[in-house]
């Protein structure tokens, strides 16, 4: 199994996921993180039937990092609600990215409103139809000057389809190794530091246990190699 469970109880699931691995297709043959827990749940119950796994929220395939699932109807309400709500009961999640370049201000705030057009997201004008507000932060935390890349610390308040990556590119700091919102200095970077997955590792997750209420904190480190680059 591919899939890394970091923790398990009656009620959740909290799994890394690496790069390159689906979290849920519909695609023949191909291998995702809901059909490998799946297995691993049948294995572990003696009872007929697919198991219960409810899925709360998904990262991109190229994209590394924590993600939680609940066991149980009761526990993927909780957590939803977590998800949606927002508030000091919130779901957070905590993103590490490597950026082409270094933005004029440390510390920022990115206010866009997005269209998902297929299998991409635009940044349009806030009255375009179907445009929805997407809110992040960023800080940077390291810095290659060298190679003119960045590490920033990234947190989202919206969770909108690709956000990270089309916001931080139509800021003008694509993240390296990403084919879908690239400029052509972080081509020719990503091909230069042999960068093949988008260079985004969701490193922190916290949350509230659906059950007993008890804060949860999880941390992972990225895998991928251009983030050993930076001394954090």
């Not at 799946?38 to 993600?67: C, F, M, T, W």
């Not at 919206?158 to 879908?180: C, E, N, W």
């Not at 209420?213 to 001394?231: A, I, L, N």
Request: with cysteine; glycine share 6%.
């Amino acid at each position: 199994m591919k899939t890394e469970i970091v923790f398990e109880d009656k009620d959740i699931l909290v799994i890394r996921k690496p790069a390159g691995l689906a979290t849920q297709t519909s695609r023949v043959g191909q291998a995702d993180v809901v059909s490998e827990l799946k297995n691993y749940l049948a294995k572990q119950s003696p009872q007929k039937g697919q198991p219960y796994l409810g899925v709360i929220h998904r990262l991109d395939q190229p994209v590394e990092g924590l993600l939680v699932f609940a066991k149980n109807k009761s526990a993927a309400a909780a957590l939803t609600k977590q998800l949606t709500d927002g508030g000091e009961n919130a779901l957070n999640k905590q993103y590490l990215a490597v950026l082409c370049g270094k933005p004029g201000q440390d510390q920022d705030e990115l206010v866009d409103h997005l269209v998902k057009k297929e299998m991409v997201a635009e940044v349009v004008d806030p009255e375009t139809e179907d445009a929805r507000k997407a809110v992040l932060s960023y800080k940077i935390i390291g810095e290659d000057p060298e190679k003119n890349i960045s590490l920033a610390e990234i947190t989202i308040q919206t969770g909108r389809f690709h956000q990270i990556r089309v916001q931080m590119s139509h800021a003008g700091y694509p993240l390296l190794g990403d084919s879908k919102y690239p400029s052509e200095e972080s081509k020719l970077k990503s091909m230069e530091l042999m960068v093949r997955n988008v260079a985004l590792c969701a490193n922190r997750l916290q949350l509230k246990h659906p059950t007993t209420g008890k804060d949860m904190t999880f941390t992972c480190e990225p895998e991928g190699k251009v983030f050993k680059r930076f001394e954090v």
